[in-house]
């Protein structure tokens, strides 16, 4: 199976500052790369898929870049809402495997 | 509005059957993957299949053994049969809807914690 590897595992950002998240994979798997926050309690919500291309309603704050085995995730101006952890997934093949996710916190 | 929501026992004895169902609202579960992942308490995710409409399915190796996803049109559920649980399978069990085209999991079900305990 595809190995997916996150970093940093916890990320201390100011609100109103710029967070940037890495996801690397085993092998190529092109741009079949999610990104998904998940807020305490709550489920996944999909954020970017494709490598780049924003879910629905998700606001453009988020971008996601990369394709091949480096991928990033930016979250610009980071607001209130936006401290969660992030967990990036593949789907070039199966077995879905998902990175062990990054945390954003207040600093 | 596409929603899903999970049910099942909360409590499942070691060495049973952990049973699980996903009912869909909003939308038919004839059309997509339909997905079971679960995520152990303060762990990451872990995908443990899917099922297609036409009742085919896919599992990830590390759990084929044990697991079963089955769908049942008239009621637009799916459901989720893990077999000889230990305590291992505690974790808040999600369903969710994937794209055939690229499967991303874009609809989730709130989740259903799981807790195998005698």
């Known amino acids: 199976e595809i190995l997916m590897t996150q970093s940093p595992t916890t990320l201390s950002v100011s609100p109103g500052e710029r967070a940037m998240l890495s996801c690397r994979s085993s092998?190529?798997?092109?741009?079949?790369l999610a990104w998904y926050q998940q807020r305490p309690g709550q489920a996944p919500r999909l954020l970017i898929y494709?490598?780049?291309a924003r879910a629905t309603g998700i606001p453009a704050r988020f971008s996601g870049t990369g394709s091949g085995t480096e991928f990033t995730l930016s979250i610009s101006s980071l607001q209130s809402d936006d401290f969660a952890v992030y967990f990036c997934?593949?789907?070039?093949?199966?077995?879905?495997?998902f990175g062990g996710g990054t945390k954003v916190e207040i600093k | 509005q596409l929603q899903l929501q999970e049910s099942g026992p909360g409590v499942v004895k070691p060495s049973e059957t952990l049973s699980l169902t996903c009912s869909v609202s909003?939308?038919?579960?004839?059309?997509?993957?339909w997905n079971w992942i679960r995520q152990p308490p303060g762990k990451g995710l872990e995908w443990i299949g899917h099922?297609?409409?036409?009742?085919?399915?896919n599992y990830n190796p590390s759990l084929k053994s044990r697991v079963s996803i089955s769908r049942d049109m008239s009621k637009n559920q799916f459901s989720l049969r893990l077999t000889s649980v230990t305590a291992a399978d505690t974790a808040v069990y999600f369903c969710?809807?994937?794209?055939?085209?690229?499967?991303?999991?874009?609809?989730w079900g709130q989740g259903i914690l799981v807790t195998v305990s005698s």
């Open positions: 969710a809807r994937s794209i055939v085209s690229a499967p991303r999991l874009d609809t």
């Open positions: 909003g939308g038919s579960i004839s059309l997509e993957y």
């Open positions: 099922v297609y409409y036409s009742g085919s399915t």
């Open positions: 092998q190529s798997i092109s741009s079949n």
């Open positions: 494709g490598g780049s």
């Open positions: 997934q593949q789907y070039s093949k199966w077995p879905l495997t």
